[in-house]
């Protein structure tokens, strides 16, 4: 999901009980914030009421 999202060119996501973090790496032409809200977006969906999600740039290489 999270790559479908575009301007996303990597992804990793980490899994807790009770706990996910998702980084994305962005396109060259893409603004951080509103990719973050679009990624947010996109996986919204699959949310658990108790869980709790955090959102993040990974660092370019």
Do not use: I
């Not at 032409?29 to 949310?47: C, Q």
Request: hydrophobic share 45%; proline share 7%.
């Amino acid at each position: 999901m999270v790559y479908g999202v575009e301007g996303v060119t990597a992804a990793r996501v980490w899994h807790w009980p009770g706990r996910v973090a998702v980084g994305v790496r962005p396109a060259m032409l893409s603004a951080p914030s509103e990719l973050l809200r679009r990624v947010e977006s996109a996986v919204a969906g699959l949310r658990e009421p108790e869980e709790t999600w955090d959102f993040g740039l990974l660092e370019t290489e």
